[in-house]
């Protein structure tokens, strides 16, 4: 499908790309031969027939993926500091979404900062932490929350790659994502969510995490509330010069100012761990709690 532009596009303001998706996702595709387990994993990892057991053993044959998920099993996020020694406890713990998650960070190469926007990871961790700590509120799983908030950006992050002097015209015009949106329509006819969520469907990701990022610019739609909240902490956190916009009018009412306090210190306290963890980053001290070293299949 080549996507055209929009009707009414200021064409001489913002050039309009011929955005193609399916030679981007074709590309996409063509990274698996690179990452073979990743791919496998994403794969297989919502099959009836795969158990953590099962999974654990695909995934011990990409040790940097698999010592990513070991950081995160161990991580403050989970409350299992330096406990999870077993690679197949570590899938237990983080669930088979959340491998599922981290195996497409790598094989759509979102671990190379290198390609990417400069202030990718920082938002990402952000929309992350901001969507699981609130997905209560929401009657929404904290660990789905996670992954929806990590892969959200995955749209962002393929424009950048096709079109990157392009995409950062944009990120420096236009510094709020409900603004950025607007401005990769115009552009790309597309806008980068909903590139994220044809890319998850494509891959099979439930609905659970593609239909938020199709409902989120509608502030009626309760289905996109908690995507759109975390937005707003995320903005709130990396965004210079941020103009706030009340959480009340975002969320139809679930929440108010008072409730994004502890989930803003919480981000914030937690945030780089995260970052360390998808991105395989050595710890910032050499507490064995943070380092669990060796660990066994």
């Not at 654990?56 to 940097?64: E, F, G, K, N």
């Not at 938002?123 to 990590?150: H, I, K, N, Y």
């Not at 001290?285 to 066994?296: A, F, H, K, Q």
Request: hydrophobic share 45%; proline share 5%; net charge negative.
């Amino acid at each position: 499908m080549t996507v055209t532009p929009f009707p009414g596009a200021d064409l001489q303001a913002t050039p309009v790309q011929v955005f193609d998706i399916e030679k981007v996702l074709a590309s996409i595709d063509s990274m698996a031969a690179q990452r073979p387990v990743a791919a496998q994993i994403v794969s297989v990892a919502n099959s009836d027939d795969t158990d953590a057991r099962a999974l654990s053993r695909i995934l011990a044959s990409d040790v940097a993926l698999a010592s990513r998920v070991m950081k995160l099993a161990n991580s403050a996020y989970f409350g299992m500091r330096g406990r999870v020694t077993s690679l197949q406890f570590a899938v237990t713990v983080v669930g088979f979404t959340t491998v599922r998650t981290m195996a497409t960070v790598a094989l759509t190469n979102l671990d190379d900062e290198s390609r990417l926007p400069e202030d990718f990871w920082d938002v990402t961790t952000s929309l992350a932490l901001g969507a699981s700590t609130l997905a209560p509120r929401f009657g929404e799983r904290p660990q789905d929350a996670l992954c929806l908030g990590l892969l959200a950006q995955l749209g962002a992050a393929l424009l950048h790659h096709n079109d990157p002097d392009g995409y950062e015209a944009i990120i420096a015009a236009e510094p709020a994502y409900r603004g950025r949106r607007a401005a990769e329509s115009r552009r790309y006819g597309i806008n980068s969510l909903r590139l994220t969520s044809v890319a998850l469907e494509q891959w099979g990701f439930p609905a659970a995490l593609t239909h938020p990022l199709k409902e989120i610019d509608d502030l009626q739609s309760m289905d996109g509330a908690l995507l759109r909240a975390a937005f707003e902490v995320a903005a709130r956190l990396t965004t210079e010069d941020y103009e706030e916009v009340p959480i009340v009018r975002l969320t139809g009412g679930r929440l108010r100012e008072d409730d994004l306090v502890p989930v803003l210190d919480q981000v914030r306290a937690d945030a780089a761990e995260l970052r360390r963890a998808m991105l395989g980053e050595a710890p910032e001290s050499d507490d064995p709690e943070e380092n669990p070293g060796e660990w066994t299949f």
